[in-house]
């Protein structure tokens, strides 16, 4: 799972979540987790592993001068509150709300890449209020679904006249502080919950934190060499239908909770 999530992440550049969750879900059912647990704690796992990931990337791309810091700094006030108000929300849910709202998120996500969406326009960026605002959407809806929120911030980015590779270069930098909060957050909301199993701190479970981390940052480098050689766009048409299949999933898994 690490391996995959972080081949996936260094050759088509999208955070590990999309399908680190759907799978940690699985595991974590079956290893008899408890049902009302199982979705929060793959979401919270999953969001802990950018924590790690995330500062690779993001050295990778700073390291080519594509990160524009100034953005990233007017983005990350609000990124920090809201990637630690979404894991609030999602303990209100229960599993079936959560697992439903995770599906129809990654499905959503799945549309943009297997069309390649990739909207421009030449509006300048929002003003401070504007900004904490648009940060405030990212990090809830990150730390709700445990990704580096790259769907949703890109997007809005390219949407204000940024440059594709320096959005998602300035996206990269962003997980960082989302992971941090969303991690924090998780810890403290799951921290004493009824029924964690052993290795837990909060809704992380450690033992999967460590492993899928040391993994995917062992993979991620080969996804990313080869990422100047294969057929990007058609891969991530595939990993589309990965993410498709993924998503329905998560959609079962809420109808049968």
Same mark, same amino acid.
């Given at each position: ?28 059912? %079956?290893?008899?987790? !408890? #049902?009302?647990? +199982? &979705?929060?704690?793959? $979401? ?8 790690? =990931? ?17 953005? %990233?700094?007017?983005? !990350? #006030?609000?990124? +920090? &509150?809201?990637?630690? $108000? ?8 229960? =599993? ?6 995770f ?15 990739? #909207? ?44 594709i ?45 460590l ?12 996804g ?14 595939i990993?589309a239908c ?16």
């Amino acid at each position: 799972m690490g391996c995959f999530g972080g081949f996936a992440a260094g050759l088509l550049g999208i955070g590990g979540g999309m399908v680190l969750v759907p799978f940690m879900t699985m595991i974590f059912s %079956a290893k008899g987790f !408890a #049902p009302h647990l +199982v &979705v929060h704690m793959a $979401i919270a796992t999953s969001l802990a592993t950018i924590l790690f =990931t995330s500062l690779s990337s993001m050295r990778a791309h700073h390291r080519h001068g594509a990160v524009l810091w100034r953005v %990233a700094g007017m983005l !990350a #006030p609000g990124i +920090v &509150v809201g990637s630690f $108000i979404g894991p609030w929300i999602g303990k209100q849910m229960d =599993t079936s709300a959560l697992a439903l709202f995770f599906g129809v998120f990654v499905a959503f996500s799945a549309t943009q890449m297997l069309f390649n969406r990739k #909207p421009e326009g030449t509006r300048p960026l929002p003003g401070t209020p504007g900004m904490l605002a648009a940060g405030g959407l990212v990090g809830v809806l990150s730390g709700l679904v445990g990704a580096g929120g790259g769907f949703v911030s890109i997007p809005f980015m390219t949407w204000r006249g940024i440059r594709i590779h320096n959005a998602v270069a300035t996206s990269a930098a962003l997980g960082f502080p989302i992971a941090l909060s969303g991690t924090i957050a998780n810890i403290v909301y799951g921290w004493g919950e009824a029924g964690l199993p052993p290795g837990s701190l909060g809704f992380v479970w450690v033992p999967a934190l460590l492993i899928v981390v040391a993994a995917s940052m062992a993979v991620a480098p080969l996804g990313a060499k080869l990422a100047h050689r294969l057929p990007v766009l058609k891969l991530k048409r595939i990993f589309a239908c990965i993410l498709y299949a993924l998503a329905a999933y998560m959609l079962w898994k809420a109808y049968a909770g």
